[in-house]
């Protein structure tokens, strides 16, 4: 029964380019969230997702982030034109309808 | 003010004791929360869930709810070295199911 499923676990990019981050979430489940923790602080919530539609996005910046889940396939986490400050661990949970969150390994970003 | 607190640590208890972790939030529409734990470097991992005032016991861990003090708290007991991590207390308030996270309490379980 695997769990949730992030890839890659570890990645590394340049400013200015683009990270992809994916989330497959746990069997069952149809409801995705993000959530970012920045080095020595807390975690906090970027985006509540469900098949095809973004239900919450009140914690993404508002440029170069961008999410996505959808029919088929993974959700998408995109950060364009990333900057130092972006490098951070990005977790994923998942959930049943109003039911418990189970986080993801988490990609840890560096920027150079 | 912090919507959810907690106190950083480190909290440290001798092989056996019981450690006592503590958190206040601060939405009174807040109805679920949740106990997670954290190793350095991993992701975090539920330990607790309680939704509805009192105690809520599973194997070595109780979690406390108080609503009207807008108080939960988590006892570890028989602490093991094992149980040496960060404990993150995270409140879903309202429909939105987004979780609101303390910044968790460090706990060192000396042998």
């Known amino acids: 029964n695997a769990g949730v499923m992030q890839n890659p676990r570890h990645l590394v990019r340049r400013r200015g380019q683009e990270a992809r981050l994916r989330c497959s979430p746990m069997k069952g489940h149809s409801h995705v969230y993000w959530y970012r923790q920045l080095p020595e602080e807390g975690l906090k919530f970027m985006v509540y997702l469900q098949k095809e539609n973004i239900i919450d996005e009140s914690g993404m910046p508002k440029e170069r982030f961008s999410a996505e889940f959808p029919k088929e396939g993974p959700s998408i986490l995109r950060i364009q034109q990333v900057v130092r400050g972006d490098s951070a661990a990005y977790f994923c949970?998942?959930?049943?309808?109003?039911?418990?969150?189970?986080f993801g390994p988490g990609t840890r970003l560096l920027v150079l | 003010q912090k919507e959810v607190e907690q106190n950083s640590g480190p909290l440290s208890v001798p092989e056996g004791a019981i450690a006592s972790l503590n958190c206040t939030y601060s939405?009174?529409?807040?109805?679920?929360f949740f106990w997670y734990r954290q190793y350095s470097g991993k992701s975090p991992e539920l330990i607790m869930s309680?939704?509805s005032n009192g105690d809520k016991e599973d194997g070595r861990f109780t979690a406390q709810l108080n609503k009207a003090s807008q108080y939960v708290s988590l006892l570890i007991r028989d602490s093991q070295p094992s149980d040496s991590a960060t404990y993150l207390c995270a409140v879903n308030a309202g429909n939105n199911r987004k979780l609101i996270w303390g910044l968790g309490t460090s706990l060192a379980v000396n042998p």
């Open positions: 939405d009174r529409g807040s109805q679920s």
């Open positions: 949970a998942s959930s049943r309808q109003g039911e418990t969150q189970y």
């Open positions: 309680i939704y």
